[in-house]
T-cell receptor
């Protein structure tokens, strides 16, 4: 089954404790992205990757890191989480062709709470 | 920068009736893509319908159709014969051309379907 998986689905942690949210897709997609969803704000892009070893900042990158060592994986790293990073996080992937309208497939979401 | 506005935070509709969700956007680009995503209580992001800006014909997917007015930068979603399973948050999204392939989301409209 074609899918984007995220782990963990739920995480409660404390301020300053480094954490990683994993994202994996099995569709051989080139493009992957991370969004955060906050009430009343919709979804905002954190980071994206056009291909292996190619990553760039989205609209709200502060406090986050990413890496793309393999095509299928795109982990989101919070080196020192703070309460304002409490949010619902989505990973998404798609084929990446210029001027394409390929659908972005979303993972199931990760609910993160930082106390 | 592109922006997407959904002016209706909440809407309700009777089962079997028709409802229209509004979306406007601001952009200086001439070619782009527009999407409606559905987010049920499970939080999964589900693509409902997409529209290519260069196409004048409005997209249709079963009970879902759009009214795309490019000059007015308007992209409304019409749901016909509403069903209880249509109850969800609906997000309008704009996809930038090239570069980040970022989806710019509106803040969402919560749709309630009354039996």
């Amino acid at each position: 089954e074609a899918q984007v998986t995220q782990n963990p689905r739920y995480l409660i942690t404390v301020t300053g404790k480094k954490l990683t949210v994993t994202c994996s897709q099995n569709m051989n997609h080139e493009y992957m992205s991370w969004y955060r969803q906050d009430p009343g704000l919709g979804l905002r892009q954190i980071y994206y990757s056009m291909n292996v070893e190619v990553t760039d900042k989205g609209d709200v990158p502060e406090g986050y890191k990413v890496s793309r060592k393999e095509k299928r994986n795109f982990p989101l790293i919070l080196e020192s989480p703070s309460p304002n990073q409490t949010s619902l996080y989505f990973c998404a992937s798609s084929l990446s062709l210029i001027d394409s309208s390929y659908e972005q497939y979303f993972g199931p979401g990760t609910r993160l709470t930082v106390t | 920068a592109q922006t997407v506005t959904q002016s209706q935070p909440e809407m309700s509709v009777q089962e079997a009736e028709t409802v229209t969700l509004s979306c406007t956007y601001d952009t200086s680009e001439s070619d782009y893509y527009l999407f409606w995503y559905k987010q049920p209580p499970s939080r999964q992001m589900i693509l409902v319908i997409r529209q290519e800006a260069y196409k004048q014909q409005n997209a249709t997917e079963n009970r879902f159709s759009v009214n795309f007015q490019k000059a007015a930068k308007s992209f409304s979603l019409k749901i016909s014969d509403s069903q209880l399973g249509d109850a969800a948050m609906y997000f309008c999204a704009y996809r930038t051309q090239g570069g980040s392939e970022k989806l710019v989301f509106g803040k969402g409209t919560k749709l309630t379907v009354n039996p």
